[in-house]
């Protein structure tokens, strides 16, 4: 990630971040971060890819830990913020983490688990003064950057190991297609501790020398004040927060909605990914905004790999083409495949599933199918998986739900699948049989203790017994119609 920081040494005086109601110039940004990784060097001359696990607001103390973290030489685990403690342990123990960094809010969250794994434990404002003034070591692009826990078809999260390497590639490859300067002003509304947020909004716009202003929760009327007030030409979401916009816009009086189709029109460009973008929800955007919205499509483990044109026709229901840098097929059976230098390394400690996850001749398997249409773009037609499910944008594992639910007295089977929904792309739901009696809602209060809230079941149906082909194995589309 040098080339990050240096950036930030060229575009010093300007605005990297506004965050708090406060501004922070790459200079701040470049100064603040490096103190960081002094305090992280307290013991070490080098971290080494020692992770490091961070429960961090959205804002200028976010990027400041994460390049702090790249600069001592160690490895980014975001944590997400709204994980209950299960969630938060599983990430924190399966990276092996030796240091945890928190905003204060999250000190109570997470000081006895840190305390029980022996890591060191930074609180922000608190215990992070730094008293080393080391050399910063050489980090060079083959070294890992960033996990990031991505669920799968296996139970559980993995944790995808991406490079220095790996990130500078990913990120070149955005700013080149999608022709970012430091001349551009964006918001990040998503999550951190996934790649949409954290590679193609935060990093591209931090390495192309824009700036970047964070808000503290999803609001729709937050995101249209900004652009009201003309303080952001670039805009990225997922699908489900335009169908939010497009909400909330319908629901404004007239003279407001003329207000802010006028703003709207004044963005250099929009754009839409991480699940399929209705057709329906890219015309009605269109007409709200005058914007054709940008789709593009990608993946935890790849970054970005096709996107519609920049410049050229942008087609409904398209994901495009090979973004700069990637190569991209389509195998016999249509699954989309990808190499290059923005493919990770590896999932970590997990040898085993990397292996399995590309081809011989080393093409990394992403389990979406697409067929290239008569203009050359590719088209999504589904995944390989019924056990994967995309809400709001989160890939959710239906198995790791699955064998959370069995563990609740009174169920005795249960089988997971995403409903088709407009708003959400899928929503989570879940077909239980029962041994006693199961009360709905103190199931759905449990299950909020045990996994984030965008991963519980939304619909509970309790059938007699789960539709099963020849085999026994469960068929997840009839359970689908079963519910609906
Ligand atoms: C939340 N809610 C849901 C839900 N998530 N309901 C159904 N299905 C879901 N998936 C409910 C909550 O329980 C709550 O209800 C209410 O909605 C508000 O919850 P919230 O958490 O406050 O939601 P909100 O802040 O409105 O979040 C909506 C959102 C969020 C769209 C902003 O889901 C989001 O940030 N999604 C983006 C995820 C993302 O970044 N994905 C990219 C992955 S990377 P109640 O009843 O509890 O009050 C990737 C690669 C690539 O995919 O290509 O980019
Ligand atoms: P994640 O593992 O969270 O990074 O999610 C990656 C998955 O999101 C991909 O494998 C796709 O299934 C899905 N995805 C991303 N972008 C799109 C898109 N534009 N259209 C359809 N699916 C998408």
Known sequence: ????????????????????????????????????????????????????????????????????IWQAGGIVVPLCLSYPLPSLRYTIENSGASVIVVSPEFEETLKGLASELACRFIVLGKNDQAKTTKKLPEVDDSRGAMILYTSGTTNLPKGVVSTHGNLNAQISSLIEAWKWTSKDSTVCVLPLHHVHGVVNVVSCALWAGASCEFLPNFSEKAIFDLIENAKINVFMAVPTIYFKLITYWEALSEDQQICLTQALRQLRFMISGSAALPVSVMERWETISGHLLLERYGMTEIGMALSNPYDGPRVAGHVGYPLPGVSVRLSEEGEIQVKGPTVFKEYWNKPESTAESFTEDGWFKTGDIAVIDEIGGYRILGRNSVDIIKSGGYKISALEIEEVLRQYPGIADCSVVGLPNDEWGELVAAAIVIKSHVDEKALSTWMREQMPAYKTPRKYAVLAELPRNAMGKVTKKDVVNLIQ
């Open 1 to 68: 990630m040098i080339q990050i920081f240096n950036n930030s040494l060229t575009y010093a005086n300007k605005t990297a971040i506004i965050s708090d109601g406060k501004s922070f110039s790459y200079a701040d940004l470049h100064q603040a971060s490096a103190e960081f990784a002094q305090l992280l060097l307290a013991e070490t001359d080098d971290l080494g890819e020692g992770r490091v696990a961070f429960m961090v607001n959205p804002g200028f103390d976010y990027v400041r830990v994460q390049w702090g």
